[in-house]
């Protein structure tokens, strides 16, 4: 039956609209032209020129996190997947963008660090939420919980502050805009967690709710997010 059912209503790419053979919502043409994340810092992310191996310059003073890991570079066809997520009400992209992080996590975390104990999507704050409608980091971070078999932890942190939207912001003006942005109301001790985002810029946000979530006990905060700008 399934068979019959993809022969009738053959799956459609969601870039170039053209039929898919893969039964999935990529082709494999338009799959193997996503921009992955080649050369990424080790602690951050940030992308680099080169493979350094190594922490770039900004993570010689050791941020609130363990590590960054992002699958892709914030470059197209991934920021228009994103930005249609976010302010077009796409939600369809956001199971797509958490299984493609999904499969990455799953075939390269477990060679270096065990899973965490839960995962925690970045919050809106509630002006944001009733604007927008959805959280699109709790989205993504269901497909992610689905497939990796992990607890997600929505109402353990909140966004106290109304930030001004970050991508408005130079660097300096985006750490400004997030201190003391986030409240965390569980005890975290002993715990490792991986906070969930869509994209990761100058990195303020993450860092805030890290340093929120260690000051809770959190033994690690790892972030987990589908794309890193840089």
């Not at 020129?49 to 914030?74: E, R, T, V």
């Not at 369809?92 to 996590?105: D, H």
């Not at 967690?193 to 990761?200: E, F, G, P, W």
Request: include cysteine; glycine fraction near 4%; aromatic fraction near 6%.
């Amino acid at each position: 039956m399934k068979h019959c059912l993809t022969w009738l209503l053959p799956y459609t790419c969601i870039l170039c609209h053209q039929s898919s053979q893969r039964q999935q919502d990529l082709c494999t043409a338009c799959l193997n032209e996503l921009p992955i994340l080649l050369h990424p810092c080790q602690k951050c992310a940030l992308p680099l020129p080169i493979n350094l191996d190594l922490a770039c310059g900004q993570c010689q003073q050791q941020p609130p996190y363990s590590k960054i890991f992002a699958l892709f570079a914030y470059q197209a066809p991934i920021t228009q997947l994103i930005l249609q997520l976010k302010f077009h009400h796409q939600l369809v992209y956001a199971r797509i963008l958490g299984e493609l992080l999904a499969a990455k996590i799953a075939q390269t975390w477990y060679q270096t660090t065990a899973l965490p104990t839960v995962i925690i999507p970045v919050p809106l704050h509630s002006t944001r939420l009733q604007e927008r409608g959805f959280n699109q980091a709790v989205e993504i971070a269901r497909s992610l919980a689905k497939i990796l078999l992990l607890p997600i932890d929505r109402y353990s942190c909140s966004r106290i502050k109304s930030t001004s939207p970050q991508m408005t912001l130079s660097a300096d003006k985006r750490r400004q805009n997030m201190q003391q942005a986030f409240h965390v109301s569980s005890d975290f001790t002993g715990i490792t967690v991986a906070i969930v985002d869509d994209v990761v810029t100058t990195g303020s946000t993450v860092a805030e709710l890290s340093r929120a979530i260690k000051a809770r006990g959190a033994k690690e905060v790892h972030i987990w997010c589908c794309a890193r700008a840089g």
